[in-house]
């Protein structure tokens, strides 16, 4: 369940990182380095090591989803967004790249030149079609 070399199950080994929430089974975890471009954006993992979202157990799903309502509300109170995008890339096709799962909390504002393009945006495009 624990692996040396995966940065989530050594969450506190990066001193840049920081961990905003915390209940009995998982993180929501910050980084100054993600706050330039993606304000207020964070991480929900689990402590435990699970390679991705198809792992997690009931505990695990409900922890995140409290996790979830209590980063909305950090977020909300200090950014006030006008938007989020939240979601799960699994597998190195879904564009996962650490494979210990996390959901991806982005808030998200109307001022963003990107503004109204969410999570499908990127993978809808024609030159995605599958040949």
């Keep these: 369940m624990y692996q040396e ?26 980084k100054e380095s993600e706050q330039q471009v993606l304000q207020g954006s964070g991480l929900i993992i689990p402590k435990l090591h699970k390679e991705n979202v198809f792992e997690l157990s009931d505990q695990e799903w409900n922890d995140s989803r409290e996790l979830l309502l209590g980063a909305k509300r950090i977020l909300d109170e200090k950014y006030a967004p006008d938007g989020y995008s939240v979601g799960w890339n699994t597998g190195k096709a879904g564009g996962q790249s650490i494979f210990h799962a996390h959901l991806h909390v982005i808030p998200r504002f109307e001022d963003e030149p990107l503004a109204g393009k969410g999570i499908r945006y990127w993978i809808k495009q024609k030159e995605n079609m599958r040949k």
């Design 5 to 30: 070399n995966c940065p989530y199950c050594n969450v506190l080994a990066d001193e840049k990182q920081q961990i905003t929430l915390e209940n009995e089974t998982c993180y929501f975890i910050q």
